[in-house]
């Protein structure tokens, strides 16, 4: 995936602190599973944070911390899925606001997070999505909507908070392009054969060179 610096511009800066004076849903409760995602099941789950920009107004974050955040919700939300084809997730964090305490009401800022995600088929051996999907996630309505999340929140709940509306974020994205998840001919492969039982899949080409196929031809899938 490329570096944040090739996706941001600096005017993303003034928007995401702008931005940030809003509030997103909450990602806090899986609710129903979306049938848009058809045969969805999750193997790899990437998350990497090379060129990550600290916004204004923002806490420090600890970025291994914040991918690890990344990867349980996104473990949590999408492990449910049971379907029967493989699918990758690889996001990158490209910047990050932790709103700061003690900062007067007026000027109170709020926790925003801006990554971008690829959604990879493991069959095709391809991002499904041709252009990275960029999206803002800020935190959630509440008491920190009104006096900011600075103040009633550490670092690390704030990071959880974002991570469970990224989440939430990205399978809202999916569930906009079920075209992705319908295959009732899965059972062959691309060119229209059918597919060897026990035939390696293209996991290797995921990014970051994760994806090894197993001993017995099946993708090791796994967080990275």
Avoid at 118 to 146: C, F, K, P, Y
Avoid at 163 to 190: C, G, K, M, V
């Amino acid at each position: 995936m490329p570096h944040a610096s090739s996706l941001l511009k600096p005017a993303a800066f003034v928007a995401l602190a702008l931005l940030a004076s809003a509030c997103s849903r909450n990602g806090a409760e899986l609710g129903e599973m979306r049938p848009e995602l058809g045969d969805f099941r999750l193997c790899y789950n990437i998350v990497t944070t090379n060129d990550a920009v600290k916004g204004p107004l923002s806490r420090e974050a600890d970025l291994d911390v914040f991918a690890e955040h990344l990867r349980d919700e996104i473990d949590r939300r999408f492990g449910r899925y049971e379907g029967d084809r493989l699918y990758h997730i690889a996001m990158h964090i490209d910047a990050y606001v932790l709103a700061v305490p003690g900062v007067p009401l007026v000027a109170s800022p709020r926790s925003a997070l801006i990554t971008s995600v690829d959604i990879w088929d493991d069959r095709l051996g391809r991002a499904l999505n041709e252009e990275h999907e960029q999206m803002t996630v800020l935190e959630s309505a509440g008491a920190a909507g009104i006096i900011g999340s600075g103040l009633t929140q550490s670092a690390d709940e704030q990071m959880q908070q974002l991570s469970r509306n990224a989440a939430l974020r990205i399978e809202d994205w999916l569930a906009e392009h079920p075209e992705w998840f319908q295959h009732p001919d899965d059972a062959a492969t691309p060119d229209g054969t059918e597919a060897a039982e026990g035939a390696p899949t293209p996991s290797a080409t995921v990014p970051g060179g994760a994806g090894q196929a197993g001993g017995d031809g099946a993708p090791t899938c796994g967080r990275r």
